[in-house]
């Protein structure tokens, strides 16, 4: 038996904003930035679990102050009791009487637990010398399901449910793991499409983009129609017919106003919109998503919790789910999210850039494709060039795909080096 | 001219769960409590503005430390400018372009920009000499216009509807005003029927709330279908078939368990149900409130934003809204809450209790009443005995009615001998 004997949090910073790097309608000067979190055991391996919560800056020290509060409640816990029940660890921090004023699941508390949560899959995953996405890929459906907290969710997904769907996985289970490990899965590059860069920027790393294997862009919109017809056409030009491109508004927009944009943006035949109008507002992207129809709607980035990416699909508010690694509650509503969005037929493009996120959400959609859809159809991961290199484990990408990673782990693990460098002392 | 000189944050909790005051399905155990917040100015007039958020026990640490973040912003800035313009210094708050990650609007952050906003309210307040509810009542509604942000409201409730809405409330403001300062406010209850209290104790309670004046109580359900059925039965006993019962149910069921369980108390014929089940699900709530109609929904202490609000009322998810004074981002959001329902013709009937929101919330309802839906029909405030105590203008009930508060201010404001003695140090 191990105990948990300590704890660190460390305000980590990048100034990404002064080269306009991650630039967007509503996010003019992000300093991409970690509430890092490192948990310490006494156990003979050294093994230690990292986490953290992307922020883009200003706010981080309160998110930190949220992981140091909930960090503090396991220090002297059981180790392997916690690791042997991942569900109810979650569920002790989600339902906490208390605590749960504060959210409920939603917002600063709801990331921290996401952290905190996070740390002991990192944790569980080193010990089990497994990379998170083959971890969690190689339990069973009864094991997964006990991850998941159902409650809010039964009008759309039942424990029973969630088991059928990944029974119906499991067959496949070891030859997708031989293809994903052969051939990677596919990603797609927002690196030419922030807001503040130039349009001889966008051109030049347009053609990249291409030339490096992506068979999608993603440009940012939403800040002057003329200026999206621009950079569109530009784009278009640039990487021909056949590269698919997304747009992302970035929650620009008004419902009305959206529906207006988007039909004027429409000719450029559009992979997807992302994040027309408020994150929160199920009834508006519904009502977008009726309304420029067959153009489909995406989101999730900021969706705060499995409950409202249950009502966005039960909605039909968006075709393309955007999980992020720590805007929810970690890897067990992840899996939540993954299957909703299993169970309602809608693909699952996470969310990743900023710092980290690259690393950290590809094992969503590689679990995703072994264990829960069985599927890489219309799937891909969102990819940036921002940050990779203070990673332990930086993702790999060859021609537009991600590497599966086989370090063990969740990704999370920042260079030593790199987190005393870029700690923040405001 | 005068110049913000300085603040002080406070930690400050009350052990109710000690007396099981304030027990429900969902929290057992509260220990209201307040992350409070003292602004000081330069001016000669020695005013403070004071504010709190609401919690109810842990993490009010956390919530602490995301006001101490916001209001350092504001050392050495010009109150004039501040208080001459709260639309926009709202705005600068809640789209920090960094800040905004950390929610969108919604949270601990989002509550923290709450307590900055209302301390500055608190100091308006108190330099114009009025309470809170006058001081908004004597605004033109171009003023009150001013304070509101339409972003994502604009498919509900644009700028020319809430002007309409206020000026057409405008010719009877001093009737009104004059009305309310006679015969105070109606409020209802919660006092008998919290979940931990015995039957013995219910039924006594049950009793003075009559005899005090109350036409309305609310019992805490949703533990045990047995045991909500025989508190209901206790309590139309005791007070008999002319006094309203509402039941709250503080988010417990899911969607299909809350339409089985509230059909089932029905016959005790209720005022209505609160909280069914997620405060983030609308969906849920409009399939709630379409399953048990003619029984009445009401929904609110939880929702996070005014775009939450939106869709409650767009969706038929609730026949009574319950705003709360510290949830949201201030008096400015509450303004737009008010107007949103005004719009649809759906009772507030604000959320109180806990420590202060008594005083708290009152002004918005006495506000709504003279100034924005003209109306105190089907509309009531929350009413329990709890710390009252600790406040300079302790809420005043004569006969079961609010009396209309005049000590300048917000109502925020607790003693300095309370916030010392019940200063909590971990």
């Known amino acids: 038996m191990s105990i948990v004997i300590g704890f660190e949090t460390l305000d980590v910073r990048f100034e990404t904003s002064a080269l306009l790097d991650g630039s967007d309608a509503m996010n003019p000067d992000p300093d991409y930035s970690a509430a890092y979190l490192r948990v310490r055991t006494d156990a003979p391996d050294g093994l230690e679990g990292h986490s953290f919560v992307f922020t883009i800056g200003r706010g981080n020290d309160v998110q930190v102050a949220a992981i140091e509060a909930l960090a503090q409640r396991v220090i002297g816990r059981d180790v392997e009791a916690i690791l042997g029940d991942l569900g109810g660890f979650w569920r002790e921090f989600v339902y906490d009487s208390q605590l749960r004023w504060l959210g409920p699941e939603k917002g600063v508390m709801h990331m921290a637990i996401g952290a905190v949560v996070n740390a002991f899959w990192d944790l569980k995953a080193k010990r089990a010398g497994l990379p998170l996405w083959q971890l969690l890929a190689r339990m069973t459906p009864e094991e997964l399901v006990a991850l998941v907290d159902f409650r809010y969710l039964s009008d759309a997904l039942t424990p029973e449910d969630a088991l059928a769907i990944l029974r119906a996985a499991e067959p496949g289970r070891a030859e997708r793991e031989a293809e994903l490990l052969a051939t990677g899965y596919p990603g797609y590059t927002t690196t030419p499409g922030w807001l503040g860069y130039s349009d001889d920027k966008l051109r030049r790393l347009a053609r ?219």
Not at 274 to 282: G, I, L
Not at 307 to 327: G, N, P, W
Not at 348 to 370: K, T
């Open 208 to 426: 990249e983009a291409v030339d490096e294997g992506f068979l999608q862009i993603k440009l940012k919109v939403g800040d002057r129609l003329e200026d999206d017809l621009r950079r569109l056409r530009i784009a278009r030009d640039e990487v021909g017919p056949d590269i698919r491109i997304a747009i992302d508004a970035n929650q620009r927009w008004d419902r009305d106003q959206a529906i207006e944009w988007i039909r004027a943006l429409e000719p450029f035949e559009l992979a997807w919109v992302e994040e027309p109008t408020s994150p929160d507002d199920v009834l508006a992207h519904a009502a977008i998503a009726r309304a420029v129809a067959p153009v489909r709607i995406a989101t999730g980035e900021h969706a705060m919790s499995r409950v409202l990416f249950k009502q966005l699909l039960q909605a039909d508010a968006a075709a393309i789910v955007q999980i992020d690694s720590t805007r929810v509650a970690g890897v067990n509503e992840n899996v939540a999210i993954l299957l909703l969005a299993a169970k309602s037929g809608i693909p699952v493009c996470p969310h990743a850039g900023g710092v980290g996120l690259c690393e950290a959400v590809q094992h969503f959609s590689m679990f995703d494709f072994v264990a829960v859809s069985g599927s890489r159809d219309g799937r891909m991961i969102e990819y940036t060039k921002h940050l990779h290199e203070h990673f332990v484990a930086p993702v790999e990408l060859v021609g537009g795909r991600y590497r599966a990673p086989l370090t063990p782990g969740a990704g999370m693990e920042m260079l030593a080096d790199s987190l005393s460098r870029h700690r923040y002392l405001p």
